[in-house]
């Protein structure tokens, strides 16, 4: 498996075109992308590291060696639970995404479609997954996953839009692979990974064909462009003459870009489904319940770990920290993470083979649907608390800069004193800011999917009949 420093080595060889705030840049050299490769560097270390071994990584049935998680296709319900303790463990050393997240979810998603479609249909879609697969977990490569599509006039399928690229397609089929167009928005981390697993955002219907297929890319393919977001705290990193002084030095916000493909060729040892529309519906299903799990869940909970500890220190440097409402609002954020954790626990205790006789295993998806919902909300509440101890300086305080100012210095020390020193109240209020006024909120409820998505799932899976008998039989109705 690889380094860290190997990572970092194998992102030189690299070259993604990428554009933020309205310039091309370079990944190794922009301070915002450059906090992707240091996530992800980070994601090699833990996976190095002998008490991280059991959550980081598994034994490859396809290698026989060890691998890392973000590679490895669920076995058992151990294996689920271990993937919802690497998200949790991610966030919490991170504060921003495991980049490797997504690509985790599409891969252990297509390992069920594709050995699916090789039973059913006689492909050899499996096959040559498994063939990438090995290809990934020797080489241990960096992959992201894309799903979301920009999607344009949400009333239109995919076909009926005004310019068929706002979905991924196929515009053409050769003997040696295939052509697509279209872009991914969202897309967490791609520019800083290896690899791009590519799946369709919805089920296709008949005569949707082009839009049904899934592939992988390397990082920078001829035709891919990157178009990184550029928010106010990629601005503030740009200015800023030491990174210690943002909200999360090191790893930043969660970064993603627009990737877009532009006639871009994938040969066929790189495609996963091409035409199969009556695939693509299970294949975005099992990406979701394991998904909605991982990053909808358990990342979360990680999150929330670093939301409590930082408001539990503004409470202590602010010396409030006995006051009883401090304490219940303390407890309440608890509640809610152990609530959230206890769904993604719950999500993978309660899996189960999928599909029977593969030797693949999915979460449950009515416990998925559930963590990722509870998330939704309760992320809000947390942040709610955070932002209610940290007090109105989580986002009116003065910059840490001045107390690098002799003019201002001192004037800094004085008035942000309190049950410790002006810098470290600064600096934990910094923190809360990164949460709080931050990109994390909207981050949250969308990542995974909409929620109105999960209540539709859950809904759905929701077997009312029985629920409507067992009332009947108590109140004594008869039909
Ligand atoms: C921080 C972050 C990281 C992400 N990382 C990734 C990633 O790595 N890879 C990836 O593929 N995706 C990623 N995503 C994308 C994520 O999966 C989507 O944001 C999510 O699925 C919602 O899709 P959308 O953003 O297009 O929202 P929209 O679909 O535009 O939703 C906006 C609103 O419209 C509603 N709506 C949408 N369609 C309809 C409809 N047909 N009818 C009625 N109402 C509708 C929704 O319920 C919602 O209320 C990421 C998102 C975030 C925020």
Not at 49 to 78: F, N, W
Not at 395 to 423: C, D, I, Q, R, W
Not at 459 to 479: C, Q, R, S, V
Request: overall charge neutral; some cysteine.
């Amino acid at each position: 498996m690889k380094t860290a420093a190997e990572y970092l080595e194998s992102m030189r060889g690299l070259n993604p075109r990428i554009f933020l705030g309205g310039k091309q840049v370079n990944l190794l050299e922009n301070p915002t992308t450059m906090t992707v490769v240091r996530a992800n560097a980070r994601v090699y270390e833990l996976a190095q590291d002998l008490q991280y071994q059991e959550i980081m990584t598994a034994v490859s049935p396809y290698t026989g060696k060890r691998v890392s998680r973000c590679l490895h296709i669920a076995q058992s319900i151990h294996d689920l639970e271990m993937r919802a303790e690497m998200a949790l463990l991610t966030s919490q050393m991170l504060g921003t995404c495991n980049y490797r997240c997504v690509g985790a979810d599409t891969l252990n998603a297509l390992a069920g479609v594709t050995w699916e479609m090789d039973r059913d249909l006689g492909t050899d879609y499996h096959q040559r997954f498994i063939k990438y697969l090995k290809y990934l977990q020797e080489n241990d490569l960096a992959v992201s996953g894309a799903v979301t599509d920009p999607k344009g006039e949400r009333t239109k399928r995919p076909a009926q839009q005004e310019d068929p690229d706002v979905y991924v397609h196929v515009v053409e089929k050769r003997s040696d692979g295939i052509v697509v167009r279209g872009a991914k928005v969202s897309q967490s981390g791609a520019i800083g990974c290896h690899e791009t697993v590519v799946i369709p955002t919805m089920a296709m219907r008949p005569g949707e064909e082009n839009f049904a297929v899934a592939f992988a890319v390397p990082n920078g393919a001829p035709g891919i462009t990157y178009i990184s977001q550029y928010t106010p705290f990629t601005a503030e990193r740009e200015v800023m003459p030491d990174v210690k002084y943002l909200g999360n030095p090191l790893y930043g916000q969660r970064e993603t870009c627009t990737m877009v493909f532009e006639n871009v060729f994938v040969p066929w040892e790189r495609v996963f489904l091409c035409g199969e529309t009556q695939f693509t519906g299970k294949l975005i299903a099992r990406f979701a319940k394991t998904h909605r799990m991982n990053c909808g869940g358990a990342c979360k909970v990680g999150f929330a770990d670093l939301i409590i500890g930082a408001s539990q220190l503004a409470a202590e440097y602010a010396g409030v920290q006995k006051a009883p409402h401090i304490v219940e609002k303390i407890t309440d954020m608890i509640r809610i993470r152990e609530t959230c954790y206890a769904c993604s626990v719950a999500a993978a205790v309660k899996g189960r083979e999928e599909p029977t006789g593969s030797g693949f295993y999915q979460p449950d998806d009515i416990f998925g649907n559930v963590a990722k919902l509870t998330v939704a909300d309760g992320f809000w509440e947390i942040m709610k608390w955070a932002g209610d101890i940290g007090g109105g300086m989580a986002v009116t305080m003065p910059s840490e800069l001045e107390l690098e100012n002799t003019e201002t210095a001192h004037y800094v020390k004085k008035f942000f004193k309190a049950a410790a020193s002006a810098g470290l109240r600064l600096r934990i209020a910094k923190f809360i800011q990164n949460w709080c006024a931050g990109l994390h909120g909207a981050g949250t409820w969308h990542g995974a999917g909409s929620p109105q998505a999960q209540k539709m799932a859950l809904y759905a899976l929701t077997d009312l009949e029985k629920k409507k008998k067992l009332a009947k039989n108590l109140a004594g109705i008869a039909e």
